[in-house]
């Protein structure tokens, strides 16, 4: 499940499983990917509650802050794996 400290937008480093989706903060956008089934039963329910409280939290911020029309995204910086 999901931290209840989820802070959308606030750091580089949260990273939380929901089911098989992944939910990643960063400064500038949250990333979901993978899968969620939101079955007819109480954890179909538990992680639909789960995943509209991140979405309502995200909206909630989004709403509040004075946005840009666009935000331009860095390309990601390749490293060398220094375990290989």
């Given at each position: ?13 949260d ?6 989706m ?7 956008m949250?990333?979901?990917?993978g899968?969620?089934?939101l079955t ?5 329910l538990?992680?639909a509650?789960e995943?509209?409280?991140?979405i309502d939290q995200?909206v909630?911020?989004?709403e ?18 220094p375990?290989?």
């Amino acid at each position: 499940m999901v931290q209840q400290t989820f802070k959308p937008y606030q750091n580089e480093s949260d990273s939380f499983q929901l089911s098989e989706m992944t939910i990643e903060n960063r400064l500038d956008m949250i990333s979901l990917y993978g899968s969620i089934d939101l079955t007819f039963d109480k954890i179909g329910l538990q992680y639909a509650q789960e995943l509209k409280r991140i979405i309502d939290q995200a909206v909630s911020v989004l709403e509040k802050s004075d946005l840009p029309d666009s935000v331009v995204l860095q390309a990601a910086e390749t490293v060398i794996n220094p375990f290989l």
